[in-house]
């Protein structure tokens, strides 16, 4: 007995660990399998948690009387308006001879291509729930995971991207693009973690396609 105990204060004088006993004195808390000890953990949680009970206070029920009109400006962010208006502009712009119209729309699609994947990547690897699923939205359908925002990211790329070329219309863009973000809050089919992220990521896209193109 009193060798093991002058071999563990040799362990404890070397900074080492104690020695395993049959009893488990001494050790850490063995980790649960397909766990890990990560530090942090309880505060990303919380920051979740917030993030859940500021969407509840913000959503706005369908009886509403301005859900459909939040639900209208939700919609501003489709890709399908958006890449119409980006068409329009480019054949403007070859109309006009503008050349300086089609860079900007070649720029926002590769900054539109970067902010998307990434948007994905991060979609599918965190598979965060939406906070409703209310029917009647096409995109909620085939793209059932919140986190980002995929409309918030499509609408800070747009902004921050115009933003470059022409400030007047892209401070525009800016504003439209957290009108929709809010929106999509309001009518509960995004938390505003996913809104904020989703804006972080299309203009960081938007800038670092800029720099790429020498801007």
Known sequence: MAGRQGAQSERARAGLPPRRSGDGRGQTAPVPPGQTRTRGAGGVKRLSDWDAALSRRLALSPEHPRWQLAARVAHLGDGNLVFALLAAMYAAGWLFDRPRWRAVVVAVLASLLASFLVVVAIKYTLRRQRPRDPTGFISIRFDKYSFPSGHSARMGTLAVAVLFFHPPLGWLLVAL???????????????????????????????????????
């Open 177 to 215: 693009a957290l009108l929709v973000g809010a929106a999509r809050v309001f009518i509960g089919i995004h938390y505003p973690g996913d809104v904020l992220a989703g804006l972080v990521i299309g203009g960081t896209a938007a800038v670092l396609v800029r720099i790429a193109l020498g801007g």
